[in-house]
């Protein structure tokens, strides 16, 4: 048989392919592999055997994110009829990975899309369909069904179920279950654009929000329709999976009543109107601490450049692309109690970008490229006479890490700065570790290698130490 390799995928499926491993930190070929196994229906063949073990192998082997708020919850999935019910099986298995309990419920539509059988192995439990099945109502009641769930999740949700929803209908197990919760209800809806932007649609939404329903998505994009395009798209799983953690985390918020604001990711300084001068930053590192931040109870609004990761859940993010536009956003977030700057800020921009595409022609020379300074983000609000309580920078250094990490902590006006070495041979840029010397005006502390979220993490922790040290000397 033909091997396939992702090198000989034409450039359209290549990029989209790239997207979605970025979107789901995984290798362009994990992703195809788990695509293909999907596709051909890998799930169903699995045997279905009780209690648990037919739970999906964590991918590579590894617990893909312990410190998930939602583990050991239980979810109830509702599947209805649309395209987009494919995507339920990854979101079941990345829930099941991160130890959620999901019991789906496919309505008679969904059940067009997706099998019980596929549905009933990934998540090791029983499906449930029909309102009026004997067995149902002897086994699992409508009423405990929902009482056994922490939070019910649609997905997707058609613009039919939505109206059933809005209007308190009860004619199928679905919206039964829906309208006998008291549970907390997250909704992806999924539908085409038109449908989505009709006026019974944008009614029966507003009247969802106002209930205290959650919603997630729908995204712009291409349809499954040819030639069709807009809003519509159902939320991508992970960015389910992350809005689900949100809602379901109990921990503690030690920076509750706290704002933060943190930039992240690269800058593009156009050169004309399709070149751009950019960095190697994959804003992984700043969006991880955003998070982090948001899960410790901050108020985080979160300033990015560029960057083919999806915005974390619970937070507020500003999208920019070049650094004045970085630092106009990171200015007008001010007042704040903590700025983190991570963002690999583009030092220098062109002196003025093209306004047609530079043309190469014979006769004339190569062009010169004339250059003129950034502002510094770091050095602005580290100086300005709002400044938060505590400033963060970030060092990307390739030698003299800690004389030159203090250098950016006296120049910027800097509490701390987390220094980073990042010549080459580390991988750190693009990649999924840091090795961190937390610079402080009292001292250094040196970090062991961690990952970007375990950086994030500890991060954090030293950011609510300061606030419990700082508020209880006040
Ligand atoms: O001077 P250097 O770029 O190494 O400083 C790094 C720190 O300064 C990072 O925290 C980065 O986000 C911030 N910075 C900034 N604006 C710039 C340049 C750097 O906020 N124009």
Known sequence: MASITVRNLDETVKQALRLRAARHDRSMEEEARLLLADGVGEPDQRPMAAGGSNLPKPVGGADPDHAYPAR???ILLIIGGGIAAYKCLDLIRRLRERGVSV???LTRAGGEFVTPLSLGALAADRVFTDLFDREDEHDVGHIRLSREAD????????ADFLAKMAGGHADDLASTVVLASDKPILVAPAMNPKMWQHPATVRNYATLESDGVHFIGPEAGEMAESDEAGTGRMAEPMAIVERIGVLLDTGPKPLAGRIAIVTSGPTHEPIDPVRYIANRSSGKQGHAIAAALARAGAQVKLISGPVNIADPAGVEVIHVET?????????????AD???MVAAVADWRTDGAADEKIKKTASERTPRLALVENPDILAAVGHHER??????GFAAETEKIDKHGRGKLERKNADWIVANDVSPETGV???DANTIRLIR???????PTLSKQAVAERLTERVVDYFAENTAHA
């Open 72 to 74: 050991g919850k239980r």
């Open 103 to 105: 019991r789906p419920v």
């Open 151 to 158: 939070l019910i999740v649609v997905a997707p949700a058609t």
């Open 323 to 335: 650094a004045r536009q970085m630092h106009e956003a990171a200015l007008g977030a001010l007042p």
């Open 338 to 340: 903590i700025a983190v």
């Open 387 to 392: 400044r938060p309580c505590l400033v963060v």
């Open 429 to 431: 840029m693009g990649g």
């Open 441 to 447: 005006r009292d001292g250094i502390e040196a970090w």
